[in-house]
């Protein structure tokens, strides 16, 4: 609650001195002699207007951590305090219950210890409020006079003030970058742990995959950690039945969108097409489920083939290829558009027809943008999981058999996060180590296509 | 208004014949009421200054407007005196007698080898290995590019300089044996030495084929042409040999621009 009031008071003060920066600004431009200043007055304005915003915001962050820890320090040094048990969990329910009543947060204490401590607590926070709202203030007004004072005529208020946009983009960009090193590093911890206790070898060699939850987890036995049948059915059903599916589905549509179809039914097919990217992965497994993979079951019934299971790799697979579609087919589109329209008319002037155009120059000029959309959709299709979980199944076979059920990577780690096991048993640290091996994979793969897109880019220059 | 045609212009076989040829995109009427006979053996230079129509009429000749939605042609073309724009007329057929060379070099991403040999293989032209052999070398050797390129025939037809490039275009279109070659302005992206040596090529190539060039230069239509046809706001307003187009042109409006008053 605290913080939100020193917001809005954050935000307030930057107002004002924004209202006030531009107003002198505007007042140097008058007095100018050629009505002329070296920056825009508004420039002005946002100079003091971040100098106040920035410093208060920063306090504000600081403080919302160390105000609750000041409050719960001057609350255990009064007299009521002196009672309460020396430690443990009692103690903290009762400076917490303390805690909720004094800041409204709850009606009445249920631990009647608790009692004598809500009045202190109340002190503190009325203080420590005050405390906080003053140096609010105070830090606004120093940081913003400093800036106010240096605004003058030859100012160079905008390029500080792009200096300062350049640094807030460059942060937010390193938000997502810190987050994906945060993400290895919780990943790389997690499965240095797993290796401590079963072999990397046993791990990205053995063929038998069935880690038990309640075995000892002092004792794990290798043997049953081999991953290959996982790795070989996340290829399977991602890279090669999805592919077959979705790469000449893709390419071809987009070849009749980008040259044969007219303007109108673009249009109208290539939003249609982008929907089968927007709907949620759990509705395809839904469909991969009940329908496809029953249908599947039965069409193998009715040719003969009569141990079919009715989770099949096969219908995951194709379902998979289906939502992965618009991805090749629209970076193939993009990429096919982007060959120069000579090469095109170029081509058709030697008399080609419209389809040896497409064979001979337009694909084959494309192609490295094809590859890499083909490679996203992999990394995109060997990270998908909803499908899989619901339509591939859990038995870990290795088996070339599209009829059978299988079982990915990312199933397991499902299986093994959400299962029975404590969370330093062997058997869920391997879904960590699992995940490593996925995200080096994905992480290989959209390298590669980025690279070969950059390529392809230059071709052209 | 009609096109002044020169009358001392001698009966030559004209190869291609366009009659009353106006083109439009969608409403706007981009040429006028056309007529003109390309000579054989002859180069026919377009001149004029620009949104003129040139490149848009010369571009009816071999139906790449085609490939725009909205254009459309009226009047007759004829090719050896059959109608290109009949519903008969197959357009893979008509390209290959009619080549064309574009403004900027477009060579394919291939090698220079296959940019050469595409022509004539989507043609059925060659059979063996030794066929494709024997035509991507005369092709390159009429083209003025074998010196250049003959040790390296397998790189990238876009590693090759702009000038280069565009004799290689030069190459592939003759690769097919075409009757007509089209060029619309094939200099305009090249420095003063590559094009020098492509004006000396279109020289040499003038007598085997029919070649018309739209070109910005009215210096370069003076080298290089036997014929030409002065363009303005969709018309064609002159049309006559070069010699007289450019020492005594009859029409007003061809004086001042080839006197440099506009365009």
């Known amino acids: ?461 | 208004m009609v096109t002044v045609v020169h009358p001392n212009l001698e009966d030559t076989n004209a190869k291609m014949s366009a009659r009353d040829v106006s083109v439009f995109y969608g409403d706007k009427k981009a040429i006028d009421d056309v007529s003109i006979d390309i000579p054989t053996k002859y180069v026919t230079a377009f001149i004029g200054p620009s949104g003129c129509g040139k490149s848009t009429f010369l571009r009816t000749l071999n139906r790449m407007n085609d490939t725009i939605p909205s254009a459309r042609v009226e009047g007759e073309i004829t090719l050896d005196g059959e109608d290109i724009y009949r519903s008969k007329m197959d357009v893979v057929q008509l390209r290959a007698r009619v080549g064309m060379v574009f403004q900027k070099p477009n060579p394919f991403p291939k090698s220079i080898y296959d940019n050469v040999a595409y022509g004539p293989k989507i043609h059925g032209l060659v059979g063996s290995k030794s066929e494709i052999d024997e035509v991507v070398e005369k092709s390159l050797r009429r083209a003025g590019l074998w010196m250049e390129v003959k040790d390296r025939l397998e790189d990238s037809g876009t590693a090759l300089s702009g000038g280069q490039q565009q004799r290689l275009c030069i190459a592939r279109a003759i690769a097919v044996d075409p009757e007509v070659i089209l060029m619309d302005e094939p200099c305009s992206a090249l420095d003063p030495i590559a094009t020098a040596k492509i004006e000396e090529l279109i020289d040499e190539l003038s007598g085997r084929y029919a070649i018309v060039i739209v070109t910005h230069s009215m210096q370069q239509a003076a080298r290089v042409s036997q014929r030409t046809a002065f363009f303005h706001l969709g018309k064609m307003v002159e049309y006559g040999r070069t010699s007289d187009i450019f020492t005594n042109p009859l029409e007003k409006r061809t004086q001042d621009y080839i006197t440099g008053r506009y365009g």
């Not at chain 1, 790389?188 to 063929?207: A, H, K, N």
């Not at chain 1, 998908?384 to 079982?407: C, K, Q, R």
């Open chain 1, 1 to 461: 609650m605290s913080p939100a009031i020193l917001l809005v008071l954050a935000l307030g003060l930057g107002l004002a001195g924004w209202l006030a920066a531009r107003a002198r600004a505007w007042t140097f431009r008058r007095d100018s002699a050629n009505g002329r200043i070296a920056a825009l007055p508004v420039y002005h304005a946002w100079y003091v207007a971040l100098w106040i915003v920035v410093p208060v915001l920063l306090f504000v962050g600081l403080w919302s951590v160390i105000a609750p820890q000041l409050i719960s320090q001057s609350v255990l040094a009064s007299p009521a305090a002196s009672d309460l048990p020396a430690f443990g969990f009692q103690r903290d329910a009762i400076l917490s219950e303390a805690r909720s009543v004094a800041s409204g947060s709850a009606k009445a204490v249920f631990n009647e210890a608790a009692n004598g401590l809500v009045e202190p607590y109340r002190a503190a926070i009325s203080r420590y409020n005050l405390i906080g709202v003053l140096a609010t203030l105070i830090i606004a007004f120093l940081a913003g006079a400093w800036a106010f004072l240096r605004i003058k005529p030859d100012f160079t208020a905008r390029t500080r003030v792009e200096k300062a946009v350049m640094t807030i983009l460059l942060l937010a960009s390193l938000v997502a970058i810190l987050t994906t090193l945060g993400i290895v590093v919780s990943l790389v911890f997690e499965t240095i742990r797993f290796f401590g206790m079963v072999s990397p070898l046993d791990f990205l060699f053995g063929t038998q995959w069935g880690p038990d939850p309640m075995s000892n987890p002092n004792s794990p036995d290798g043997s049953r950690y081999g991953a290959i049948p996982l790795f070989w059915g996340t290829i399977y059903i991602g890279a090669v039945i999805a592919m077959i599916v979705a790469i000449p589905l893709g390419l071809m549509s987009a070849i009749y969108l980008t040259q044969y179809a007219n303007p109108t039914l673009r249009k109208w097919i290539k939003p249609a097409l982008e929907v089968l990217a927007g709907v949620p992965t759990v509705v395809y497994g839904y469909f991969a489920a009940l329908t496809v993979a029953p249908a599947i079951r039965d069409a193998a019934f009715a040719v003969g083939i009569t141990n079919a299971s009715s989770e099949s790799a096969l219908a995951a697979g194709l379902v998979m290829g289906v939502m992965i579609i618009p991805f090749v087919s629209s970076m193939a589109d993009d990429s096919i558009a982007a060959v120069p329209q000579a090469m095109r008319d170029g081509s058709l002037a030697m008399g080609a027809t419209t389809s040896e155009t497409i064979r001979k120059v337009l694909v084959p000029a494309a192609l490295p943008g094809i590859v890499a959309g083909v490679m996203l959709a992999v990394s995109r299709a060997i990270g998908e999981t909803m499908i899989v979980v619901m339509a591939a199944g859990a038995a870990a076979n290795l088996t070339g058999n599209p009829l059978e059920a299988m079982t990915t990577v990312t199933f397991q780690i499902v299986a093994m996060l959400t299962g029975e096991g404590s969370f330093d048993h062997p058997a869920t640290l391997s879904a960590f180590a699992l995940g490593f091996v996925l995200f080096m994979v994905t992480l290989g793969l959209n390298f590669i296509a980025l690279r070969v897109v950059k390529r392809f880019r230059e071709a052209y220059e």
